[in-house]
């Protein structure tokens, strides 16, 4: 075995090397195991580790995370210095994650891709969404939503993976139980988009076509135009084509179901996730109107002192473009 640990092997208990632990990369956050960090503070026989055992982590679940600045607080500087972290961004192919290996052996997924792969399933595999009534819809988001507010995921930033094919059949389960016919009635299949593309008119076309707009009676003044704004802007080629049609689809229908849930948006928004999946999130907005208004303050305020030397109209120019540059929608004005 070579000096440096790989992440598929599991460590012997007991042994003795280096404290290398991950720091994952996740859009603006950035976090750490503390299962594994306190693993490798013991590998490396740190002073600290059996405290860190006994009082941070007795009663902490298993996958539970650190955020790397609150580390910062947590550690002492000369532990921080010891312990190497690995730059481990997460990556993505567009429905997947790729998996990550867990350091005590398995793999783990950010829960928030269980979430989107779950979402995926049902509104673009299995079309569940299509032509639903009100009831059935409610119905539909709980088994959604129960997923994430078990104990085993609740406020968890992963999910192992034997957890994430124990829930898919969990839904899979309760939707053919609990909706049946929605589950198994006959779906309509998108059009095939010819050689001249789609319009924002075929999008809306195609939304009532589907049943859509009985599940969602909303869903075409709500989200078609900004979905549609935003498949132009995504599209690989000349035109849209028919593949841009499906993720147009996915996409009115996830916002149209993530509206009626504020936890799930609540939980996107925390997981990081909102500009990477355009949400439309209330927190990010929050976020950016209280930046707004305070850079609005700093301005009034250098402005009224009346500057007249060039350093203030400086900070007041910087202060102008920093008021520009806010983005309602933007994830980092959150994250600040
Ligand atoms: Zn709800
Ligand atoms: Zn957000």
């Known amino acids: 075995m070579n000096d440096y640990p790989t992440w598929f092997v599991q460590e012997a208990p007991g042994s003795h090397g280096p404290a290398i632990v991950r720091l994952f990369e996740d859009g603006a956050q950035k976090f750490v195991l503390a299962r594994e960090l306190l ?138 139980e609990r909706v049946p016919d929605a589950f198994l009635k006959h779906k309509q299949e998108v059009y095939r988009v010819g050689l001249q593309g789609f319009t924002l008119k075929d999008l809306q076309n195609e939304l009532e076509r589907l049943g859509l707009v009985k599940t969602f009676p909303f869903i075409v003044e709500d989200y078609s135009e900004f979905v549609f704004e935003w498949t132009e802007l995504e599209k690989k080629e000349e035109v849209l084509r028919t593949c841009d049609m499906h993720d147009a689809l996915e996409l009115c229908q996830r916002y149209a179901l993530l509206s009626r849930h504020m936890e799930l948006v609540d939980f996107l928004h925390y997981s990081g996730a909102c500009s990477r999946l355009k949400m439309k999130c209330h927190r990010c907005r929050d976020a950016a109107a209280a930046k707004k208004e305070q850079t609005e303050k700093e301005l009034e305020e250098k402005k009224g002192e009346g500057s007249n030397c060039q350093k203030e109209d400086d900070q007041v120019e910087t202060l102008e473009k920093k008021l520009a540059a806010i983005d309602p929608n933007s994830e980092t004005v959150a994250e600040t």
């Open 39 to 176: 693993d490798a503070m013991e590998r490396a026989q740190m002073m600290s580790a059996e405290l860190w055992k006994t009082e941070v982590m007795e009663n902490m679940p298993e996958l539970a995370t650190f955020d790397f600045m609150e580390l910062f607080k947590m550690l002492d500087k000369k532990d921080m210095q010891e312990i190497e972290f690995v730059r481990t961004p997460i990556r993505r192919t567009k429905h997947r994650v790729i998996f990550i290996p867990y350091h005590a052996g398995g793999y783990i997924i950010p829960a928030v891709d269980l979430l989107m792969e779950l979402i995926h399933d049902t509104i673009s595999v299995r079309k569940i969404l299509q032509d639903v009534t009100e009831d059935k819809l409610s119905i539909i988001c709980d088994i959604l939503l129960n997923c994430f507010t078990t104990e085993e995921v609740k406020d968890l930033r992963f999910v192992k993976l034997t957890q994430v094919e124990k829930m898919k059949k969990d839904v899979l389960t309760q939707l053919q």
